[in-house]
């Protein structure tokens, strides 16, 4: 614990701006999906519900479930690293962490609107373990991809003196990507192992 507190400290540092720009997006992201529910009537909160509330299925073959869900995130991650080599990195990657708030957002609306008070536990007990690695695995390669596209819009706009070649920025940000890649084998383990026995818990529950 005390030599990961100083990389942290040392990763919120360096790369600061990123974070905090990220970071609005994201709780931007996630206000605007609590916002936008409050256009949806209860019919649409009934077909919605089948289809955001249940991104888990119980009755799914553990192992196929992992396989899918591993190889799936794996190749979103890669592809939001990749924007990174893009002049276009910085919008596309900032949509996408958006996104990602209003899904979040909207889901939570709709376990409350769903369950009521159980709706909060919902949250807690299934919702949040599902994505709280997947999220801290897409904000890692998110910081590290902009500052690279960021990198090579300077390097085009001649406003960067530094002379680097893709191997380099690929290489300086590696350590980043593989911990990324780790959580996200390790999100896929946790859902298709102990969020599906949540939601078990949380269906029996009445």
Known sequence: MKTIQPQLKNFSNKHKNSINFLLILLIFGMITGVLLSRWISS???????????????????????FTSQFVTN???MLAIF???????????????????GVQIGF???????????????????TLIPQILF?????????VISTEISYALIQRCLGYSRS???????????????????LLIFFSAWIKSTLVIRLM???AMME
């Open 43 to 65: 019919a649409d909160v009934e077909r919605l519900s089948s289809y955001l509330l249940t991104t888990v299925i119980t009755s799914v073959e553990p192992q196929s479930f």
């Open 74 to 76: 794996i190749l979103f």
């Open 82 to 100: 990749f924007l990174g080599f893009s002049l276009a990195g910085i919008p596309l990657i900032g949509f996408i962490v958006f996104t990602k």
């Open 107 to 125: 889901s939570c609306v709709l376990y409350v609107l769903t369950y009521q008070l159980k709706g909060v536990l919902g949250i807690l007990l």
């Open 134 to 142: 997947d999220l801290i695995a897409l904000f890692l390669v998110s």
């Open 163 to 181: 002379d680097f070649s893709l191997i380099q920025l690929i290489n300086s940000r590696l350590n980043v990507l593989i911990v990324s890649l």
């Open 200 to 202: 078990e818990i949380f």
